[in-house]
C-alpha cells in the first residue's frame, strides 16, 4: 500500500486533464513505444473525440520508480458532474488543473468545492503555461481566493503548485526553472498524496463508485478496497440502496494498466479495481465479507432536473433512414443505457403508450444520450424539454438553478445583462479582463438558459464563451416571457427548389436549402413575426414565351442555418417535436395537419 497512490485529474471543461493524461502514459512508458498513442486516448469513444470533452470517468495507472499511480480523468462539464463526485470517493488526493488564461470556471469551483469537503488536499497545476497568453501569477491568486472563499482549512490553503503544459510534456515547480519532462509533477503526486489507508487482514470492504458495460461479463462495476482482500471466485455480500443484502460471487476481477483493463486474481486494501459477476449492482453500494457486513455510507446519486419525452418516428419519413423503430427497441437500448448510465431516469409514465420519459442531469447529458443511439441506427422524436420542478416543507414549488459565467467583449455586454433579466437572471458580480473582455457571473433559472446559447453566439458575434452549472433549487422566480418568433410550416410533401426558397428567405431564417425532400407539418424555418406561417417552399417557375429583362438572372440564397440536434432541442417549443433518424434531424408540429392545428 505504501507504494500505491490514488488520484483524480478535476479541471472545468477543456482545461487540458485528457491531454495531460496522454503525456504521462507516454513519459512514463505505460503504454508501449511501439504502440501509437491517439490524441486524448483516453476520450475513447467517437462523441468524446468529436466534442473534445470527457463524458465518462476513466481509470487508468502508470508505474514510476516502484510506485503505482492509479489516475482516474473525470468530466469536465457540469452535466456530468455526478461522475465526479461519485470518483472523488475513491482517491486519497486531487490534481485541480487550472488554464494559465481562463483561471477558475464554474466546473473548477464545484469539484474543488467537493474535493474540500471530503477532507482532500488538492495538488494545483496551472496548465498551459505556454501560451502566449497565459497569466500564471494571476490565476493562482485566483485560485488561492476561491480556496478562501470555499472555506478550506489551514492545511488545504498550503497546496503545491505545479506550472505545466499537458500539450508540451513538461511540468516545473518555478515559472524560471528549465524543464523538458512530467518529473516535478510526478514527485509532487509521489511526496504528497497520502499513501492509501487499510488493513489486508480485516473483512473485506469495497465501495463501488461507477460503473461499465461489457458485451462478454455484463456490468463491471468500478470501486476501491478499503480493507480485506478480494479474489476471483469469492462469495461476497452486496450491501444494496434499498438497505437490503444479496449474496453473489466475482467472476472476474480486472485491475487498470494504460489503456486497458488487466486480468487479476487479487486485489488488496486501496486497489481500484473493477468487478464483474453483480448483475444489478449500482454506485455506492458496498461489497463486503459474508462472515462480516460492515456497509459504507451511501454515495449519493444526484438527482435529474430536465426531462422530455421520447417516442417511436411516426413522421411521412419515418422508416427511411433508421434500423431500429419500434417503441420495443427503443426501451431495449434505454434499459441498457441505465445499466451504466446511473444519473439517468427512465419511465413509461406519459401520456402516450408507445412513449418514455428519460430524464437527466441537463440538457447536454440527454442529447449524448440521443446522439449515440442514432449513430447506433434509431430513430425517434423527442419533446420540448422541461425542468423538473420539486416542493419544500411548506407546498412551495421549486425550480432548479445554474450558476453562469460568460467571458464577453464590452460591446455585447450590455445585451448578454438584458437578456438574461429577461430570463430571471440575476446578475451577480461584473470583473474587467486586462484583454478588454468582461468576466459576468449570473445565477439563473434552468429553463431560462433553453434556447439561449444559440442566441447568445448571435448576439456577441460568435466571440461570447459561456459556462454553466447546476448549483441547486431555489424558489420559483415566475413565468418567462415566450420571446421566439413564429415557424415556416410546409404546406405538402416534395423537395424544395431555389425558386420558392428565394421568396421564403425575405419572411425569416431557413433551415433547409434547395433539393431536399420535405413534408407536410415540418419546420422550414423561423418566421419573421410572432405566428407561424404555412408555406410552400416546393414550387416552381412557371415558364412561359413572354419573358421580361432581367427575370433569368441567376438567383441567389443565403446559407440555411444548420440545426444541430442540440439547436433543435433548444429552439423547439410545446407543440413541436425533433424527429431524429442516423442522417437527419429535422424539426416539425405535433399536428402535421393543419385543419386540426388551427
Known sequence: ???????????????????????????????????????????????????????????????????????????????????????????????????????????????????LELGLEPVVVINKVDRSNSRPHEVLDMVFELFMDLGATDEQLDFPTIYASGLEGFAMHDLEEPADDLTALLETVVEK????????????????????????????????????????????????????????????????????????????????????????????????????????????IDKPTVSMVMMINDSPFSGLEGKYLTSRQIGDRLDQELEQNVALQVS????????????????????????????????????????????????????????????????????????????????????????????????????GLFGYRSEFLTDTRGTGIMHSRFCGYEPYKGDLDDERNGVLVVKDKGVTTTYALHNLQERGELFVGPGEEVYGGQIIGLNSRDNDLVVNPCKGKKLSNVRASGSDDALILSPPKE???????????????????PESVRLRKKELNHSFRK
Open 193 to 300: 498524496a497520502p499513501a492509501p489507508q487499510g488493513d489486508r487482514d480485516a473483512p473485506l470492504q469495497m465501495q463501488v463508485a461507477t460503473l461499465d458495460y461489457d458485451d462478454y461479463v455484463g456490468r463491471v462495476a468500478v470501486g476501491r478496497v478499503f480493507d480485506g482482500t478480494l479474489q476471483v471466485g469469492d462469495k461476497v455480500v452486496r450491501c444494496r440502496r434499498d438497505g437490503t443484502r444479496e449474496t453473489a460471487r466475482i467472476r472476474k476481477l480486472y485491475g487498470f494498466r494504460g489503456l486497458e483493463r488487466v486480468e487479476r486474481e487479487e486485489v488488496g486494501p486501496g486497489d481500484i479495481a473493477a468487478v464483474a459477476g453483480l448483475e444489478d449492482i449500482l454506485p455506492g453500494e458496498t461489497i463486503c465479507d459474508p462472515e462480516n457486513i460492515r456497509p459504507l455510507p451511501m454515495i449519493e
Open 563 to 581: 440545426m444541430t440536434l442540440e439547436k433543435a432541442i433548444e429552439f423547439i417549443e410545446g407543440d413541436e417535436y425533433v424527429e431524429i433518424t
Open 348 to 447: 413509461e409514465d406519459t401520456e402516450r403508450a408507445e412513449a418514455y420519459k428519460i430524464s437527466g442531469r441537463g440538457d447536454l447529458h440527454l442529447s449524448v444520450l440521443l446522439e449515440q443511439m442514432r449513430r447506433e441506427g434509431y430513430e425517434m422524436q423527442i419533446s420540448q424539454p422541461e425542468v423538473i420542478f420539486e416542493e419544500d416543507d411548506d407546498g412551495k414549488r421549486l425550480e432548479p438553478v445554474e450558476e453562469v459565467v460568460i467571458e464577453v467583449d464590452q460591446d455585447y455586454a450590455g445585451t448578454v445583462i438584458q437578456k438574461l433579466n429577461e430570463r430571471k437572471g440575476e446578475l451577480l458580480s461584473v470583473e474587467n479582463n486586462a484583454d478588454g473582455s468582461q468576466r459576468l457571473e449570473f445565477k439563473v433559472p434552468s429553463r
Open 1 to 115: 500500500m505504501e507504494q500505491i497512490r490514488n488520484i483524480a485529474i478535476v479541471a472545468h471543461v477543456d482545461h487540458g486533464k485528457t491531454t495531460l493524461i496522454d503525456e504521462l502514459l507516454k513519459q512514463t512508458r505505460t503504454v508501449p513505444e511501439h504502440r501509437q498513442l491517439a490524441e486524448r486516448a483516453m476520450d475513447s469513444n467517437d462523441l468524446e473525440r468529436e466534442r473534445g470533452l470527457t463524458i465518462v470517468a476513466k481509470c487508468t495507472a502508470i508505474d514510476w520508480r516502484d510506485h503505482r499511480i492509479n489516475i482516474i480523468d473525470t468530466p469536465g462539464h457540469a452535466d456530468f458532474g455526478g461522475e465526479v463526485e461519485r470518483v472523488l470517493k475513491l482517491v486519497d488526493t486531487v490534481l485541480l488543473l487550472v488554464d494559465a488564461f481562463e483561471g477558475p470556471m464554474p466546473q473548477t469551483k464545484f469539484v474543488l468545492r467537493k474535493s
